[in-house]
């Protein structure tokens, strides 16, 4: 059986985006259009109010971003995002960042990054992600 | 001489915030209103097309931003921020993240973060951010 | 029987903001933190390339904001709108926005607007609205 | 003399986009990526609140967006904008939105809009404006 093209992706960009080692993230989905990041808050991940840094949570969207936007196997470049942060997240708590595709176009396309604790299930940021799609292969 | 409040919370956020260790990231200038902080691009803040992540740009201006809307001394806290990407940048070039104030309103402000490289002054993103002012001391 | 907070609002809104009437804009849905409006694009909804100006489309979406976020009967305030434009729309075209709550805080609280063509379904644009909630009765 | 390709799309824009008749709008600057346009508050641009209508102040801002990103004479599609609103509008208050080009590369630019009272000089609102680019002319 033939590795979707989608897993290749997957598999490149864990080993070689190096924002998973500093998140301590995981992939625990990923499809074409979809992908679906997470983590852990650490203490390195901390702003100076002792909750997590807004560029942690946005990080971890963003991994999910490129994740679900490259997942088609041709290169995917961001080129906006915006992020509404809802509530506030504490030391030890587990984020998960999943992004859907809301619209994929044939120059542009759009993503819609929902992040959520894992135990609650309480909303923690919206992200929307836009990309400039080249017509070249992404490995 | 009296030291000034923004020269306080200056230390406080440098000292406190996580996110400058994994950066590498300087305060540059800093103000009423206004910041600015540097940082090199090293291995480990590049994505899986090696160029530096977006996380790593956007966390960069959120430094500025989170030092240039607390340096009153009363507690701000971000709600939202919309990035947007001009160029890429690559292994070891020095970027720089300055934040100015757009309006202070009674609860709610913006900034306006230009992110720039710093020997072609060439510009890498643009960063406008939102918060919602608390009446209570930052520290 | 009584009638619903909801259903004050919006005949107060329908009546009074003037540009239901200059989009020729019609309510179809309203409740607790949600709305629907509909319009048909004329002659005076078109720029300069003979589609509909983004500025229509933006304010169709408002609207629909405005229902929704002052559904609950005290005063919102608009204080941030992003909207990704994913489609042109022509003359004669019917658009519906649909506007839902992603969050509702104390303070703060953030719509998702989605609009798209009546007949075809189509993804026109998203936008996303802030307010800010103000402790007094919208009427 | 020969007249300036800005000048024939300020003309070209400014005959066909049918929103400023709606905003009894002027446009009193144009260049290479620059315009400024202004409008008078009037009955039929009061919302419910009876200030100034947000899609109002959005498409103001839009036209001026419009005019600077066509200024070179090849078609610009607006593909985002992001809107922050600082001060009401009331009846009778003139308004200027002046549009500046942030960035422009092949095939995006970005646009900053800021909207002020004409007497006061007071901040309204700050929009920022993505634009995608096509090979083709404006006219």
Redesign the interface.
């Known amino acids: 059986m033939e590795e979707k093209i989608y897993e290749k992706v997957k598999e ?2 864990y ?5 998973f ?2 998140l301590g993230a995981e992939i625990t989905d990923m499809g074409e259009g979809l992908a679906e990041v997470e983590m852990e808050v650490k ?8 909750i997590c ?4 949570i ?2 971890l969207a ?2 999910a971003f ?1 994740l679900a936007s490259n997942s088609y196997g041709t ?1 995917a ?10 509530k ?1 997240v504490n030391l030890g708590e587990k984020l998960v960042a999943r992004a859907q595709e ?2 994929k ?1 044939k ?2 396309a ?1 993503y ?1 990054i929902t992040v959520f604790k894992k135990d609650t299930k309480e ?1 923690v940021a ?1 992200f ?1 992600g ?1 990309v ?1 799609r080249l017509d070249k292969p992404f490995i």
């Not at 080993?15 to 924002?19: M, P, V």
């Not at 470049?77 to 809802?86: D, H, P, R, V």
């Open positions: 490149h960009i080993k070689n985006d190096k924002l080692e500093f203490e390195n991940h901390l702003n100076a109010a002792k840094q807004g560029g942690v946005f990080t963003d991994l490129a290169l470049l961001a080129i906006n995002a915006n992020i509404t942060y809802i506030p809301f619209h176009g120059n542009l759009t819609h909303k919206f929307e836009m400039y």
